[in-house]
Every structure is written in C-alpha cells, then in structure tokens.
C-alpha cells in the first residue's frame, strides 16, 4: 500500500516555492518533499490526553483526603 499514491492538489505558488526550496538538496520532487514533511508531521502529532471521569476524579479526592493532603 505505501507505493500507491493519491493526488492531493496544493497552490501552484506553494509548490514553486517547494520547488525553489528543494533545489541543490537530495530531496528529487515536489512530491517526495510533501510526503516526507507530512510524515514528520504525522509522527510528532500528539495523542488525545486521557480524561478523568467524574468517578475517577471523585475516587482520587477521596484518597487525597484520606492522606490529609485536601480537606
């Protein structure tokens, strides 16, 4: 699946400047450019927080007050 590909339109001035940017480096297309930055992008994306519920939260008072930390 990672050699098919799928065509997802930018500005024409955005990929010039890519162009411009890619220039002179080992980066050969526009497109692998794109790929490259986006799987960076997707990598350091971080993940949804876990949220206390009402019970958890009300359990963790509980034991906060039971350690005389809260009153």
Do not use: C, H
């Not at 590909?5 to 400047?17: H, Q």
């Not at 986006?38 to 008072?61: G, M, N, Y």
């Amino acid at each position: 699946m990672e050699n098919e590909t799928m065509n997802v339109p930018i500005p024409a001035s955005l990929y010039k400047k890519i162009e411009e940017a890619i220039k002179g480096t080992d980066i050969p297309s526009v497109s692998d450019y794109v790929a490259r930055v986006l799987r960076e992008k997707l990598s350091q994306a971080k993940k949804p927080e876990e949220v206390f519920t009402k019970e958890d939260e009300e359990k963790v008072k509980e034991r906060l007050k039971a350690l005389g930390y809260i009153d």
